[in-house]
């Protein structure tokens, strides 16, 4: 898969943050089995860029092409087949249903392909230390648990693409580095791309890192 | 689990009201149209149900005409002319004017000298209207020149009046239709210095025309061989309206000062209330029903809204629009389906009441309950329903997109 941006200015970004960005106003090209690093302050546009890839952004200047096509020509059964079967995200906003409980949480993306066996979830949860809270409603978990539980349910799905906005914002480094490795894992074994959006630039070199 | 997590915020209260306010609508909606739907022929004049659809007029005979008719041969009667059946016969809400034809010579009847009447004798007059006003269907219904035989018909209450009046008071025999027709007249016609006799039974009794009927053509023959006028001026006419329960119709009637025979006048007036009713009662059931769609359209709208964060969520993690409206779309779909089924119960048992009622007036052309109740609630709850589900899809794609 390719993501190719040209000359993207998004409407709320500054005239001043634009000019300073390696990404807005520019023609770059994020490829499948890359792992990029968009790194920022607040505020200069991480969350704008992965909603701009995601289609859930129109507010902006320039085209963004997925496989050659146009984003915002995207109809909106065109932008479920690309979220189905080549993008994948965890949000910045988490986006649990609070109503539901840890594992129907994840089993609400899995149910669409059937793409985690039982058991292959099960060994995800154990991973990230979620074990036993299976049951536990979305809404009683901390942000941080929350987070893990986003990070497996993104990881339910075919996806060429991984978009992770600031997904690990709420995780000490020890889990941080263990939920990597397993988005790592899993993109390695569909020769997906990583996107990571983060405040800080403090990751490690194989990723191509990008100042918005 | 995506209906969990699309059912939030359904108010139990609410959409049980709103069930109620669907329920009632398609009750009165659908009782208004069915009932409408079997006495359509009655309001479309089709049927003979209320024998309406002629109407037999006269002038108004006033006090002061008497008075002239009886100091002056010469004085006119109230007749009408050839201008005022042609002004009838334009009115958009009159189809067809027919004319009585009277006659012009002098008539007597009497019986067989050894028949059961033995020893009656009257004066008589006798007219005819055109064959196909005649409400008694008889192959022998006519007359021919050179005929000796004239069939007649007579008021059905004529022979009440014999019966339970003059019969029951003179202790003579009661007899029936068939028997008075099994009695052979003598008719005596007189006038341009000639006399005839002719053969004369009752073939039949009519509910509608009060006079005595035979053939229009001997009416003819008489008043040309016999009469003191070739073509006498009509006293009544018969008229066929578009619709007998139009007010316009009686209200020309009153400003001619036409009479009209009041049953039939009644009839159409029910017939006219009938017909305001069952609107009135189906632009209520349409109010109703109306409001009922319109708090439904707002509640389905209002609980998208409020779903709206679920829906954005379920988009972003692939679900298509069809996905997140499959749920919906089964709820509208069972709730409307629910709500037909329980207001066909109160729906047949006023059909039940209606039907029952009228049968017992002799009416009996009713539609299927498939025609009348069926086919168009479902047509109805199919269309509301299409229209809803169209929303929803329309709403749901403007909140996840």
Redesign the interface.
């Known amino acids: 898969m390719e993501i190719r941006f040209s000359d993207i200015i998004p409407v709320p970004i500054p005239e001043k943050d634009i000019k300073q960005s390696e990404v807005w106003n520019r023609d770059i090209c994020f490829n499948a089995a890359e792992m990029i690093l968009i790194y920022a302050d607040s505020g200069k546009g991480k969350t704008t860029l992965v909603n701009i890839i ?3 952004r129109k507010d902006y200047s320039g085209d963004v092409f997925i496989d050659g096509t146009n984003v915002s020509q995207m109809k ?2 065109d ?2 087949v690309l ?3 080549k993008l994948s ?1 965890v ?1 910045q906003g988490i ?3 609070d ?2 409980s840890m594992i ?1 949480n994840i ?3 899995n ?2 392909f059937n793409f985690k066996t039982e058991t292959e979830i099960s060994q995800m949860i154990k991973l990230l230390g979620l074990e036993g809270f299976e049951n536990r409603k979305a809404a009683k978990m901390s942000f941080g648990q929350k987070q893990r539980v986003s990070i497996i ?1 993104a990881l339910c ?1 075919p996806f060429e693409f991984i978009l992770l906005d600031e997904a690990f914002s709420h995780l000490d480094v020890g889990n941080t580095e263990i939920a990597l490795n397993l988005i790592k894992s899993e993109a390695n074994k569909q020769n997906a791309g990583i996107l990571l959006t983060s405040l800080s630039s403090d990751f490690n070199d194989e990723l191509i890192k990008y100042r918005v | 689990m995506i209906w969990k997590v699309l059912k939030n915020n359904i108010k139990p209260t609410q959409m049980a009201g709103t069930f109620f306010g669907i329920m009632l609508g398609l009750c009165i909606l659908m009782g208004a149209l069915s009932f409408y739907l079997d006495v359509r022929p009655v309001f479309e004049d089709k049927e003979s149900f209320w024998k309406d659809e002629y109407i037999i007029i006269n002038k108004q005979i006033k006090l002061t005409d008497t008075y002239n008719q009886l100091k002056s041969d010469t004085v006119s009667k109230p007749l009408f002319t050839k201008a005022e059946i042609e002004n009838l016969r334009n009115e958009v809400y009159i189809k067809d004017v027919a004319e009585f034809s009277n006659c012009s010579f002098m008539i007597s009847a009497f019986s067989d000298n050894d028949g059961p009447l033995s020893g009656f004798y009257t004066d008589l007059f006798l007219e005819a209207v055109p064959d196909k006003y005649i409400d008694v269907n008889y192959a022998n219904w006519k007359w021919e020149e050179n005929s000796d035989f004239i069939p007649a018909i007579l008021p059905k209450t004529y022979l009440n009046l014999y019966n339970f009046g003059f019969a029951q008071s003179q202790n003579l025999p009661q007899v029936s239709e068939e028997g008075v027709g099994l009695v052979k007249f003598t008719i005596m016609i007189q006038g341009q210095g000639k006399k005839q006799k002719f053969e004369t039974r009752i073939i039949g009794f009519s509910d509608r025309i009060n006079t005595i009927l035979v053939p229009e053509d001997f009416i003819k023959w008489g008043n040309k061989n016999f009469g003191t006028d070739i073509d006498p001026k009509p006293g009544r006419l018969i008229v066929i309206a578009n619709d007998p329960s139009s007010p316009d119709l009686f209200k020309y009637f009153d400003e001619h000062k036409y009479d009209v025979n009041k049953n039939q006048l009644s009839n159409s007036k029910a017939l006219a209330f009938l017909k305001i009713t069952t609107t009135i009662v189906l632009i209520i059931g349409l109010i109703i029903i109306s409001l009922a769609f319109a708090l439904m359209f707002i509640s389905v709208q209002l609980l998208l809204y409020r779903n709206n964060q679920n829906i954005r969520k379920l988009s972003m993690l692939g679900y298509t629009i069809n996905n997140i409206s499959l749920p919906y779309n089964i709820m509208l779909v069972l709730f409307f389906v629910v709500s037909f089924a329980v207001a066909l119960i109160p729906l047949f048992i006023f059909r039940d009441f209606y039907s029952s009622n009228l049968m017992l007036l002799g009416y009996e052309k009713f539609n299927t309950i498939i025609t009348n109740i069926i086919m168009p609630g479902a047509g109805f709850v199919v269309i509301i329903v299409g229209l809803l589900l169209l929303m929803v899809r329309t709403q749901i794609k403007k909140i996840s997109y």
């Open positions: 995601f289609g859930n909106y059964d932008i479920s979220r189905r079967n995200i949000p986006a649990l249903f109503e539901l129907e089993r609400i993306k149910r669409i349910r799905q």
